[in-house]
Structure formats: C-alpha cells, structure tokens
C-alpha cells in the first residue's frame, strides 16, 4: 500500500532534475501525478528532460501521470492545468512548488529582465500555483502545499546563484508561513524544503562554473523522501514549517 494511495499530486518543474525525481516517487507511492513544465520537446539550450519523458518514466511502471505544458509565469495557463487536472481526476491533494531558475554572476551585471525572470518564476510561480489549486483544497478541506527554497534563501551564495535567486527564496519562506497562518482553517499544510547539499540536477550542473567541485554533490533522493513525507500532511500534522531534507528525515524518524 503505497503512502500516496489516491491522491492526485501537481509537481512543477517536473521535466527534469527534482521535480522529476520528486514526481516519480510520488508515483511509486500510489499517487497520480501531474508533471507540469514548458519543454515538451528537448530544449535548444541542450539541457535534458521533457514533460512527456517524465511522465514516461512513470508509466513505464505501471504509475499513473499525466504531462501538461504549463509555464508558471502565466496566470492563464497555470489556471487552465488545474482546471485539466480537474477534468481528469477530480481533485488537487498536493501541490509542489518546485519550478525555478537562477541567475548566477554578480549584482551589477543582473539586469532587470533576469531580476524579473528569477524573482517571476520562483515567488510569482508559487503563488500563482498556489492560488490555482486553493478554491479545490478549500472545498475538500483538506490538502498539502510544499514550496521550495535553498541555503541561499538564508546565506549569501553570492556569484554563485546570484542576488535575485537568494531573495526569491527568502520571500518563499515568509510566503509559507504566512500562507500556513492563513490556510490551517481550511485543513491545509503549508510547509517549504531544502536540499541540505547541492543536488546534481540537470539545471544545477549546468549552470555551475567549470572549475566548480561537483565531487560534493548528492542525488536528489533524500529531497524525494522529504517531500513523500510533507506531501502526506495536512494542517493537523507539520505545517508552516521551513526546514532541510535532511531536517525533516532527522525529525520525523524517515531515515529507515
Ligand atoms: N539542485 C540543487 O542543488 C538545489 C539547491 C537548492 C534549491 N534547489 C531548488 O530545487 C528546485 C529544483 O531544482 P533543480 O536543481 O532540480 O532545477 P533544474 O534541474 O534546473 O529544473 C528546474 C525545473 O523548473 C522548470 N521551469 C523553469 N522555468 C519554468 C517556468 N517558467 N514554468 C514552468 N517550469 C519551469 C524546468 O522545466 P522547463 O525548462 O521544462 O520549463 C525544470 O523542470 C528549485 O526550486 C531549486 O531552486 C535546488
């Protein structure tokens, strides 16, 4: 008996790297699982991962998943992917905010276009994902929100990931908590993780510089074993909590 058995689960970013990883193991926990980005085909930029791969993957098992192409910067199409999801299944239990980019280099040559984009696909995106899937969770009084953030959102990466990464996710953070204070009456959880160490994802690796260690870096398995964990809560359990993978594997006794 998987620990997802019936749920419907919304995963952005899931065309690659986390996202992927996080909505495959939802799928192996019994989840169906919506697998929602913009590549459908591979990416001219020459990074790897499809929405239609992901979803593959996942079928492949006998998993259920359902790719829709959806951009989270536009109202209107992360609007209509939920309305999709409806359609299909019937309802929303999880949402995971996870789709983001960075803008590595220093402040002053982070133009406005790039502060624009960093700060719209990780603060904008999560609200409006949010907001799409509120109006079903409220009405099933029940459901769980998981947000995204990183180290940079509390330290200072700086070149690394650049200024506008790290204050997009300090505001995720506040957006949770303050989204848990507001959304417990409705029996919703609102929680935000982290990889404690960098996790080789297809987007990391290839921003990273050339003469980075990558001999540090993890796979992404104990962010899919805290996201399994959040993704079964609800406001009466863990909620308006911002905390690590491995916070969370260390606190609720998940490492096996
Ligand atoms: N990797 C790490 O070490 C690390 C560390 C700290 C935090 N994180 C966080 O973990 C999450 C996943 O990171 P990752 O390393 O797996 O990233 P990744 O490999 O770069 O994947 C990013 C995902 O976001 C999607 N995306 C980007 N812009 C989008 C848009 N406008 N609309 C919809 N989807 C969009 C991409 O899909 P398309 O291009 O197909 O749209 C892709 O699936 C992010 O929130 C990241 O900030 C990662």
């Given at each position: ?22 909505a ?16 459908v085909?591979?990416?001219k930029?020459?990074?790897?991962g ?7 993957e ?6 259920k998943a ?5 951009n ?8 209509a ?16 905010n996870?789709?983001?980019?960075a ?9 406005t ?24 969770m ?6 769980s ?6 180290v940079?959102g ?6 690394l ?11 995720i ?6 989204a848990a ?10 929680n ?10 297809e987007?990391?690796v ?6 980075y ?5 993890v ?8 996201a ?8 009466k359990?863990?909620?308006g909590?911002?905390?690590?993978d ?8 998940l490492a096996d």
């Amino acid at each position: 008996m998987g620990k997802l058995n019936g749920k419907v689960a919304i995963v952005t970013g899931a065309s690659r790297g986390i996202g992927k990883a996080v909505a495959i193991g939802f799928a192996r926990e019994g989840a169906r699982v919506v697998i929602a980005a913009r590549s459908v085909t591979p990416p001219k930029s020459g990074l790897p991962g499809t929405i239609i791969e992901t979803a593959d993957e996942i079928k492949a098992f006998g998993g259920k998943a359902l790719p829709i192409k959806t951009n989270v910067l536009v109202e209107e199409e992360v609007l209509a992917m939920v309305q999709t999801v409806l359609d299909e299944w019937g309802r929303v239990d999880i949402l995971v905010n996870n789709a983001a980019v960075a803008a590595p280099g220093p402040f002053v040559e982070t133009t406005t276009k790039l502060w624009n984009l960093v700060l719209g696909v990780n603060v904008l995106g999560t609200f409006l994902g949010t907001k799409a899937v509120l109006p079903t969770m409220m009405k099933q009084r029940s459901g769980s929100i998981i947000n995204t953030t990183s180290v940079a959102g509390a330290s200072r990466l700086r070149e690394l990931t650049g200024i506008a990464y790290g204050t997009a996710k300090a505001a995720i953070e506040h957006f949770t908590c303050a989204a848990a204070a507001e959304l417990g009456e409705y029996n919703i959880a609102v929680n935000c993780y982290r990889p404690a160490q960098g996790v080789a994802s297809e987007g990391w690796v290839f921003n990273l510089p050339a003469d980075y260690d990558k001999s540090q870096l993890v796979g992404p398995e104990k962010m899919v074993k805290a996201a399994i964990f959040l993704a079964q809560q609800d406001a009466k359990g863990v909620s308006g909590c911002v905390a690590s993978d491995e916070e969370l594997i260390q606190w609720h006794g998940l490492a096996d």
